[in-house]
């Protein structure tokens, strides 16, 4: 099994790095990344452990990283793959990602004052300020413990479904400005989370994408159909792009279980998988 699209604690996951290793590894998964949003802090300490453990022989992982991006007002996400996640370059959008976040969440934070009449008290507001990485996940876990929610999602779809494009780096800049690192930059969920773009407004954008730079798509994702991942299989094949597959797994903060990487396919394609192939820098567990 690959899964390709995987997040931790280090961002809006519930898993610890080494939780998450084990699990992959119950998972039956042998090749994984992690791809944090706008953070490779989670890669840079797996990178070292895994530097100091020598070579395993029970998997394989790849350094990763998912920026949430600006695309003409739309939500789109672009993960990068096979970087040094020491790399000065990477780090520099990296930080920039990161004070756009922290904008947006204080954005997030007046507007549950001003709409909702709601505020956090200092314990919990000390936690968001000295966050590395502040999300949506960790204020809906506030709103779920006092009770204006009974889970993460609830608290999400009611409060905090509010987007700030201005205040996220642009699909352009992230793609072209990586393709001077080692990145191997992809195209995420092009369908979109819930299935809100239509299959031909991913193929104009996915063309604009490739004019820019882009190396890869993200075909096969948890909750497509296999009728869909095939369809972006085969859009794939014919732009000359490489194949990734995700299930964009969070431990506990969403239902999506580790490796899945489409909702309803019998089998996987994962020898036609081509994204591992092209990465340099792989490291074993």
Not at 68 to 87: K, M, Q
Not at 274 to 280: D, F, G, H, M, S
Request: net charge negative.
């Amino acid at each position: 099994m690959i899964d390709l699209h995987q997040h931790s604690v280090y961002s809006d996951g519930t898993d610890s790095l080494e939780e998450l290793v084990e699990n992959n590894r119950r998972r039956g998964i042998y090749c994984f990344a992690l791809t944090d949003h706008d953070t490779t802090e989670g890669c840079k300490a797996l990178v070292k452990s895994l530097k100091n453990k020598g070579e395993g022989d029970s998997g394989l992982f790849i350094t990763g990283i998912e920026f949430s991006t600006d695309d003409d007002g739309n939500d789109v996400h672009i993960l990068a793959y096979d970087f040094d996640p020491e790399d000065e370059r990477v780090n520099e959008f990296v930080a920039r990602g990161q004070a756009l976040r922290r904008e947006r969440i204080e954005r997030l934070l007046a507007h549950l004052k001003k709409e909702h009449g709601i505020t956090f008290n200092d314990e919990r507001m000390k936690k968001i300020e000295e966050s590395p990485n502040p999300n949506k996940p960790m204020i809906a876990g506030f709103l779920v413990e006092m009770g204006y929610a009974k889970t993460i999602g609830e608290a999400i779809r009611t409060y905090l479904e509010i987007r700030f494009p201005s205040l996220k780096l642009t699909s352009r800049e992230v793609i072209e400005g990586l393709n001077d690192t080692d990145a191997l930059t992809v195209y995420a969920h092009p369908l979109g989370e819930n299935r809100e773009y239509p299959f031909e407004t991913v193929k104009k954008r996915l063309e604009r994408f490739r004019g820019y730079g882009l190396k890869g798509l993200e075909c096969w994702y948890s909750i497509y159909s296999a009728r869909e991942c095939a369809a972006l299989h085969e859009l794939a094949l014919g732009s000359g792009l490489l194949v990734s597959c995700g299930s964009d797994y969070h431990g506990k903060n969403k239902t999506i279980p580790l490796g899945q990487v489409c909702c309803d396919a019998a089998t996987i394609p994962y020898d036609e998988i081509t994204l591992p192939n092209a990465c340099k820098h792989v490291y074993h567990i």
